[in-house]
């Protein structure tokens, strides 16, 4: 009776940890979806960005023709994030381009003609619409890449991230002390 019980005790042990073990793994893999999913609801987002920017450019060229610089930086970092070969080189190139078309507004600024163009007005909300939905892709991605890298780093659940080789995700973050700083042009 006694050896009945034990053996009893030690399949329920074991049950509760393969219980654990499974239900460890599979909220790894839903976390993972989720970071995947938040990456790619991002990157879509920015895909729209990505095609408004030359529409944007080539308008605005049209009113200050002189401002070649600012130009070629859009259409440098528009390649960067083109070229990108992975997920930082990516995220790095997006915070360029979003530099860069904050020096290609304010350069707008100056010119009230461009600024009452219909063309242009239409593309700019397009852009701060798409730019707000960016920010919230990426308020979205970063919190999940938070729970599962939490996940990946407590103990017990560190042991089967360990074993299945699930490792730390990078947060898309602002680059550079340039990035964070407001843009200024001058004349």
């Known amino acids: 009776m006694t050896s009945t019980?034990?053996?009893?005790?030690?399949?329920?042990?074991?049950?509760?940890?393969?219980i654990w073990f499974i239900a460890a793994y599979n909220g790894f893999i839903k976390l993972r979806n989720n970071v995947e999913e938040g990456f790619a609801t991002m990157d879509v987002y920015m895909k729209k960005r990505f095609d408004l920017i030359p529409n944007l450019v080539e308008t605005v060229k049209g009113y200050a023709s002189h401002e070649k610089e600012t130009f070629q930086k859009v259409t440098d970092a528009r390649a960067a994030v083109q070229n990108a070969g992975n997920m930082e080189e990516?995220?790095?190139?997006?915070?360029?381009?979003?530099?860069?078309?904050?020096?290609?507004?304010a350069v707008a600024e100056n010119y009230p003609d461009l600024k009452a163009n219909q063309n242009f007005m239409d593309l700019q909300s397009q852009l701060k619409k798409v730019e707000e939905d960016i920010a919230n892709?990426?308020?979205?991605?970063?919190?999940?890449?938070?729970?599962?890298?939490?996940?990946?780093?407590?103990?017990?659940s560190n042991i089967i991230a360990g074993m299945f080789k699930f490792e730390r995700k990078k947060m898309f973050e602002v680059e550079g002390e340039e990035e964070r700083e407001n843009v200024r042009v001058g004349f």
Do not use: D, H
């Not at 995220?91 to 979003?98: C, D, H, P, Q, Y």
């Open 90 to 105: 990516r995220a790095a190139g997006e915070n360029i381009l979003s530099g860069t078309l904050k020096s290609l507004f």
């Open 137 to 156: 892709s990426r308020k979205y991605y970063n919190a999940v890449v938070k729970q599962f890298n939490t996940k990946t780093e407590v103990f017990p």
């Open 5 to 18: 019980i034990i053996l009893i005790v030690i399949l329920a042990v074991v049950a509760v940890i393969v």
